[in-house]
T-cell receptor
Framework: EAQVTQNPRYLITVTGKKLTVTCSQNMNHEYMSWYRQDPGLGLRQIYYSMNVEVTDKGDVPEGYKVSRKEKRNFPLILESPSPNQTSLYFC??????????????????FGSGTQLSVL | RKEVEQDPGPFNVPEGATVAFNCTYSNSASQSFFWYRQDCRKEPKLLMSVYSSGNEDGRFTAQLNRASQYISLLIRDSKLSDSATYLCAGRPGSARQLTFGSGTQLTVLP
């Protein structure tokens, strides 16, 4: 089954304790991305990757790191989590890259989300 | 001003009603618009792409109005199962990624 797998589903941690949220897709997608979702603010992009070893900052990258060593995996790393990073996180992927009128390339498939609480 | 804006609602409508949402975008060069559906605390799922000529999928119709810079989603004959948050997304200008609106919450009442 084609899917984006995110783990863990729920995570409670304390300030400053490094954590990693894993994301894996089995659709051979080039494009992967991380979002956080907060009430009233919608989905905000943290980082994205156009392909292996290519990553770029999104709108809210501060406090996060990512890596793309393999096409299928795109982990999100919080080196020193803080309470303002408490949020619902989604990983997503799409065929990519963007081409004119290529709706299929841009359709995003999301993981089931990670609810992170930083105390 | 946000690049993509939506009325957050909530919209409460009776079963069988027709309801429409709009989503405005600020960058006139924006391309590639989509509507996503999100159930409470779950992942967004693609509902429809929005083509320049408009498109229809069963009870759902999506339209793009470039002159006024908005996209719309029309739901006819609302079902209880349509209750969800609807997110619009667009790709501003030459940007490489989609920008999402904050979502419009719909509740269909029996």
């Amino acid at each position: 089954e084609a899917q984006v797998t995110q783990n863990p589903r729920y995570l409670i941690t304390v300030t400053g304790k490094k954590l990693t949220v894993t994301c894996s897709q089995n659709m051979n997608h080039e494009y992967m991305s991380w979002y956080r979702q907060d009430p009233g603010l919608g989905l905000r992009q943290i980082y994205y990757s156009m392909n292996v070893e290519v990553t770029d900052k999104g709108d809210v990258p501060e406090g996060y790191k990512v890596s793309r060593k393999e096409k299928r995996n795109f982990p999100l790393i919080l080196e020193s989590p803080s309470p303002n990073q408490t949020s619902l996180y989604f990983c997503a992927s799409s065929l990519g890259p963007v081409r004119a009128q290529s709706f299929n390339n841009e359709k995003l498939f999301f993981g089931s989300g990670t609810q992170l609480s930083v105390l | 001003r946000k690049e993509v804006e939506q009325d957050p609602g909530p919209f409460n409508v009776p079963e069988g009603a027709t309801v429409a949402f709009n989503c405005t975008y600020s960058n006139s060069a924006s391309q590639s618009f989509f509507w996503y559906r999100q159930d409470c605390r779950k992942e967004p799922k693609l509902l429809m792409s929005v083509y320049s000529s408009g498109n229809e999928d069963g009870r759902f119709t999506a339209q793009l109005n470039r002159a006024s810079q908005y996209i719309s989603l029309l739901i006819r004959d609302s079902k209880l199962s349509d209750s969800a948050t609807y997110l619009c997304a667009g790709r501003p200008g030459s940007a490489r990624q989609l920008t999402f609106g904050s979502g419009t919450q719909l509740t269909v009442l029996p």
